[in-house]
């Protein structure tokens, strides 16, 4: 079987093509994902945060708990690529490399560091701040010299929050100074025209240039349509799963309180339906192959 990060690879060199990645962020939105078809998936580092610490995006998730989820989400099929948020490498050189190498060996395809402080927030709220670029290129040449030493090919994507603070010509050269320092894939956070947009695609090519559509942020609500006819080749959704289900379970729970019923909520699905769709009939295929005789009558 190939590696995912192979896989991933192969994806990228489709040029005529858009690479399309929802956000997950745990075994439930990465099931739900897988099962309707989707070429590979973007492990979202907000929606790590907000389920595995209960915490907002603001540097406080830590390289332990992003590679376990990542890693968990990896292996549900590990014939689909899994591109994660790495943040800033969480820390110097020796932290950059030891991410990398983290990520590789948990079966992830790609992984994007950026440029921001270590106190990091979410590339969609203000007054970010970026590090000098020369400390930053520490970080992406760290990363490549530990997937080389692992014989690997995971995808390396810079990304630059620098827009904000600077302009988008600053941030486009500091994806091209990363790129020739080692990274695949350019991505430039906070994009807020469509000239920017196609601007930052124009410069950087021919690098593959990702678009964050984190619906409601600071980037407009563009389709995949629109991003294609702008020149991206890959664009992810990170909101897509962590904001409904959020809005899901509050409905929920509010139910509970008004009508001390769950009822509407679950809209006729119970506890087995809800387990097929996060692998039951899977684990049973696997079950009777191997000659057990777990059934559910």
Not at 42 to 55: D, F
Not at 167 to 186: L, P, S
Not at 248 to 266: F, L, P
Request: aromatic share 6%.
């Amino acid at each position: 079987m190939k590696a995912a990060s192979t896989v991933l690879r192969e994806l990228l060199a489709r040029k005529e093509e858009i690479l399309v990645l929802p956000g997950v962020y745990d075994g439930i939105s990465a099931r739900i994902a897988l099962s309707e078809g989707f070429d590979a998936l973007y492990m979202t580092g907000a929606g790590t945060s907000a389920s595995v610490l209960g915490q907002p995006d603001l540097g406080i998730v830590t390289l332990n708990d992003m590679v376990g989820n990542a890693g968990m989400i990896a292996g549900l099929n590990p014939r689909i690529p899994v591109i994660a948020d790495a943040d800033t490498g969480f820390g110097g050189a020796a932290m950059c490399a030891r991410t990398a190498t983290l990520y590789i060996r948990a079966g992830v395809a790609g992984f994007h560091i950026e440029d921001q402080v270590q106190q990091k927030r979410c590339g969609h709220l203000t007054s970010k701040q970026v590090v000098p670029l020369e400390e930053y290129l520490v970080r992406i040449r760290a990363a490549a010299n530990a997937r080389k030493a692992l014989d690997s090919d995971i995808v390396i994507i810079t990304r630059s929050d620098a827009l904000a603070q600077f302009g988008v010509e600053e941030a486009i050269a500091r994806c091209k100074a990363a790129v020739a320092a080692g990274a695949d894939v350019a991505f430039v956070e906070g994009i807020g025209t469509r000239e920017d947009a196609e601007r930052v695609v124009c410069e950087l090519s021919p690098t593959p240039v990702l678009l964050n559509l984190a619906t409601g942020g600071v980037t407009p609500n563009w389709t995949v349509q629109e991003a294609k006819e702008m020149g991206f080749r890959l664009v992810i959704f990170p909101c897509a799963g962590m904001i409904p289900a959020a809005l899901a379970m509050r409905a929920a729970y509010r139910e509970i309180k008004v009508k001390g019923t769950d009822v509407e909520s679950c809209a006729g699905v119970g506890p087995r339906a809800f387990f097929e769709m996060v692998g039951l009939n899977e684990v049973m295929d696997i079950d009777a192959q191997a000659g057990g005789t777990f059934t559910l009558g």
